[in-house]
C-alpha cells in the first residue's frame, strides 16, 4: 500500500477504494453475485439486496481485500496499491 488509500464497504454489494488525500474513488468492484440468504438471523439492514451481497466488515491486507457478508461468508479480492482487481474468492 502506497499509504494514501483506504477501501471501504457496505450493503451495496461493492468493495470501494479511496485516496484519502485527493477525496475520490480509485477503483468499484462487485464483491458477490450469490443470492443466498443467512443460516440464521443475519445483522440488521434496510438494504433490498440478499444478505450474501451486504458486506459487514472489511481488511486490506498485503495485496488482499478481505470482505466479511452478512450471511457469514468471506470473500477476498487480490489487490494493488490503488485498486481491487479480478475475480474475488469466496
Not at 483506504?6 to 450493503?11: A, E, F, Y
Request: net charge positive; charged share 20%.
Amino acid at each position: 500500500m502506497d499509504g494514501t488509500h483506504i477501501v471501504t464497504c457496505g450493503d451495496d454489494n461493492k468493495a470501494i477504494v479511496w485516496n484519502f488525500i485527493t477525496k475520490k474513488c480509485s477503483s468499484v468492484i462487485q464483491i458477490s453475485q450469490d443470492n443466498k440468504k443467512p443460516k440464521m438471523g443475519g445483522a440488521s439492514s434496510m438494504s433490498r439486496k440478499p444478505a450474501s451481497q451486504q458486506a459487514r466488515s472489511v481488511v486490506w491486507l498485503n495485496e488482499a481485500v478481505i470482505v466479511a457478508s452478512n450471511d457469514g461468508t468471506v470473500s477476498v479480492g487480490v489487490t494493488d496499491d490503488t485498486t481491487v482487481k479480478g475475480e474475488w474468492y469466496h
